[in-house]
C-alpha cells in the first residue's frame, strides 16, 4: 500500500503563489509517477500536472501551463507543485495520487490518492 498527505492549501489572492507538497509512504519502490489533479463541487476532475519518479519528466495540463512547476524529491519521497500567478478559477480541493505503474496515458492509471488540500484564490 502507499499512503500520500497534502499540504500547503490555502487562501491566496489573484496573482499569489502556494507550494503544495504531497509526502509519500508505503511501497514508495512501486512509484511510476505521481500527479496532482484538481476538483470543485459539481466538476469532473482535471488533471493539474504530473511527474515520472525516476527521469523527473514533466507533464503538464493546459490550466497549469506556465504557471504551476511540479518536481519531485526522491530521498523525502515528496512531489511538490509550485503554483504561481493564482487566478478565482484556480480554485478546487488539490489532491496528488500515485501510478504504479508505467503504460497508457500519464493522465490516468493512478492506484493511490491522498486526501486532498484546499486551495481558495480570491479575486
Known amino acids: 500500500q502507499v499512503q500520500l498527505v497534502e499540504s500547503g492549501g490555502g487562501l491566496v489572492q489573484a496573482g499569489g503563489s502556494l507550494r503544495l507538497s504531497c509526502v509519500v509512504s508505503?511501497?514508495?519502490?512501486?512509484?511510476?509517477?505521481m500527479g496532482w489533479f484538481r476538483q470543485t463541487a459539481g466538476k469532473e476532475r482535471e488533471f493539474v500536472a504530473a511527474i515520472t519518479w525516476s527521469g523527473g519528466s514533466t507533464f503538464y495540463g493546459t490550466s497549469a501551463k506556465d504557471r504551476f512547476t511540479i518536481s519531485r524529491d526522491s530521498a523525502k519521497n515528496t512531489a511538490y507543485l509550485q503554483m504561481n500567478l493564482l487566478k478565482p478559477e484556480d480554485t478546487a480541493r488539490y489532491s496528488c495520487?500515485?501510478?504504479?505503474?508505467?503504460?497508457?496515458?500519464?493522465?490516468?492509471?493512478?492506484?493511490?490518492w491522498g486526501q486532498g488540500t484546499q486551495v481558495t484564490v480570491s479575486s
Open positions: 495520487a500515485v501510478k504504479p505503474w508505467n503504460g497508457g496515458s500519464i493522465r490516468t492509471g493512478y492506484t493511490y
Open positions: 508505503g511501497r514508495t519502490a512501486s512509484i511510476n509517477a
